[in-house]
């Protein structure tokens, strides 16, 4: 399980650029009334990550402006939810997902 929480500085993933695999559930921001990581542009640096053997949730990330990096990601062992992220533009980066096995939020 990987969970990049309550980061209030943090802008970027960079130093995960070599992650493919997650064997758990990926949980970028929070599921709560705190911001999650307040300062989180992009996730561009996993682009190289293929599947995630949990769920994935991306929320409360005010600044994210996009998906993109999850353009390798091709399949998800649970659920997939994007939420509360005000900036963001675009789903761009989930085209290439095959498979969700749990539901879309």
Do not use: C, P
């Amino acid at each position: 399980r990987l969970e990049i929480t309550e980061n209030l500085a943090l802008e970027n993933l960079n130093g995960l650029q070599s992650l493919k695999y997650i064997q758990e559930s990926l949980v970028i921001g929070i599921n709560s009334r705190k911001a999650g990581n307040a300062k989180l542009e992009n996730i561009d640096s996993l682009k190289n990550l293929n599947n995630v053997g949990g769920s994935i949730n991306i929320t409360r990330n005010f600044k994210l402006l996009n998906v993109k990096g999850l353009i390798g990601l091709t399949k998800i062992n649970d659920n997939l939810t994007i939420f509360i992220n005000n900036d963001m533009q675009s789903f761009e980066g989930l085209e290439n997902i095959r498979e969700i096995k749990g539901n879309v939020f």
